[in-house]
C-alpha cells in the first residue's frame, strides 16, 4: 500500500497535519514560483502506515496497492 494525494482536495495548507505526523517525511510540498504549491507524496520514503489519511483534514490522503 502507498499513499496519495488528490491535488484538487488539498488545501495546500502550510501547516499540513499530515506532514508532520508521517514517521519517514515523505508529503513534501511542491514548489510553485514564489509560493509552495500542493503537497505530494514521495513514494520511496512512504511505508504506507495510514497515519496521514488518518490525520488529513480535507479527506484528500487515500491509500493504493502498488
Not at 19 to 34: H, N, S
Not at 54 to 60: F, G
Request: proline share 6%; net charge positive.
Amino acid at each position: 500500500m502507498i499513499a496519495r494525494i488528490a491535488i484538487d482536495r488539498c488545501d495546500r495548507s502550510p501547516g499540513c497535519p499530515a506532514a508532520r505526523v508521517c514517521p519517514r517525511g515523505a508529503l513534501v510540498q511542491i514548489e510553485d514560483g514564489r509560493y509552495r504549491g500542493a503537497w505530494t507524496i514521495d513514494e520511496s520514503r512512504c511505508t504506507g502506515c495510514g497515519k496521514c489519511v488518518r490525520t488529513c483534514p480535507t479527506r484528500s490522503i487515500a491509500m493504493y496497492e502498488e
